[in-house]
């Protein structure tokens, strides 16, 4: 099973700024098999990022994903007042189960 | 529309059996893959099992193995999570999600059902 690390646990940033959230795998991740999520709390995930750096629908482009083996990144370029949340990695593609990181919470400096 | 509808909150006791559920609409329920997770208070996302209601193929994360059951009736478009002794570490919420593989992302999630298991 794939252990997928989050760096660095809470992120304190003001709107505006530029937020960069890791995800580091215990081990390759296949073609890149990468994606982030959203969660705000009482809400469901929504899928943000997949396949390490592909925009899902409806996605602002201030959202970006990079990176490929064991080390992945998101950038969100300007933190919108809405941007303050958890963000989680999942890897996938391989045999079940897949995994997600542990989280990062971004939050309000 | 595509979405999943879950089954509303629940207060159980330990001991007891659940069952909660999760409808899909607007889409073709058997040509994709439901996933169950749970998140425990505070805690982060974790995969608890698979299934594809087509064929009712069925996959366990090892961690749920034994400890719960995933079943679907296709002729309604619900799956279900299913305990048959609830315990306390039981509390959580939990999230059905679609899927196009069985190890893909997910695009569309349920919007929860929170479990409660207290004396």
């Known amino acids: 099973e794939i252990v997928l690390t989050q760096s660095p646990g809470t992120l304190s940033l003001s709107p505006g700024e530029r937020a960069t959230l890791s995800c580091r795998a215990s081990q390759s991740v296949s073609s890149s098999y990468l994606a982030w999520y959203q969660q705000k709390p009482g809400q469901a995930p929504r899928l943000l990022i997949y396949g390490a750096s592909s925009r899902a629908t409806g996605i602002p482009d201030r959202f970006s994903g990079s990176g490929s083996g064991t080390d992945f990144i998101l950038t969100i370029s300007r933190l919108e007042p809405e941007d303050f949340a958890v963000y989680y990695c999942q890897q996938y593609g391989g045999s079940p189960p897949s995994t997600f990181g542990g989280g990062t919470k971004v939050e309000i400096k | 529309e595509v979405q999943l509808v879950q089954s509303g909150a629940e207060v159980k006791k330990p001991g007891e059996s659940l069952k909660i559920s999760c409808k899909g609409s607007g889409y073709s329920f058997t040509s994709y893959w439901i996933g169950w997770v749970r998140q425990m208070p505070g805690k982060g996302l974790e995969w608890m099992g698979i299934?594809?209601?087509?064929?009712?193929?069925?996959r366990y994360s090892p961690s749920f193995q034994g400890q719960i059951s995933i079943s679907a009736d296709k002729s309604i478009s619900t799956a279900y999570l299913q305990w048959s002794s609830l315990k306390a570490s039981d509390t959580a919420m939990y999230y059905c999600?679609?899927?196009?593989?069985?190890?893909?992302?997910?695009?569309?999630w349920g919007q929860g059902t929170l479990v409660t298991v207290s004396s």
């Open positions: 999600a679609r899927l196009t593989v069985p190890t893909g992302y997910s695009r569309v």
């Open positions: 299934i594809y209601p087509s064929d009712s193929d069925t």
